[in-house]
């Protein structure tokens, strides 16, 4: 059983920065392809970042391209999303996810439903 669990939220003001962590136990993370999304308040759920099972493919939705960096670290068993010159419109919860994949598959996904195991999340509050 694999289980995920997200760190390093909290309030910062506009321009701040922050780096979300997700730590990952039950199976090593090169098994998977990982991404972020977040969800705000009244909204649906939407892809942050996304990266392959080899590290080697990245994806980032356009609205935080440039400002946010998705990266892992296989040694720890973690995925980190380093989030810079925060907007308040980044305000959110902030979710990681896994999907099992195999050898050969290169892809990265996007889709919440393409996604098999999630955190329980941990909140950004982005202050103007």
């Known amino acids: 059983q694999v289980t995920l669990v997200e760190s390093g939220g909290g309030l910062v003001q506009a321009g701040g920065s922050l780096r979300l962590s997700c730590a990952v136990s039950g199976r090593p993370i090169s098994r998977y392809a990982m991404g972020w999304f977040r969800q705000a308040p009244g909204k649906e759920r939407e892809i942050v970042a996304a990266?392959?099972?080899?590290?080697?493919?990245?994806y980032y939705a356009a609205s935080v391209k440039g400002r946010l960096t998705i990266s892992r670290d296989t040694a720890k068993n973690t995925m980190y999303l380093q989030m810079n010159s925060l907007k308040p419109e980044d305000t959110a919860v902030y979710y990681c996810?896994?999907?099992?994949?195999?050898?050969?598959?290169?892809?990265?996904?996007?889709?919440?439903?393409?996604?098999?195991?999630w955190g329980q999340g941990t909140q950004v509050t982005v202050s103007s």
């Open positions: 996810a896994v999907r099992e994949t195999y050898d050969s598959d290169y892809s990265y996904y996007a889709g919440t439903g393409e996604y098999e195991h």
């Open positions: 990266i392959n099972r080899s590290g080697g493919r990245t």
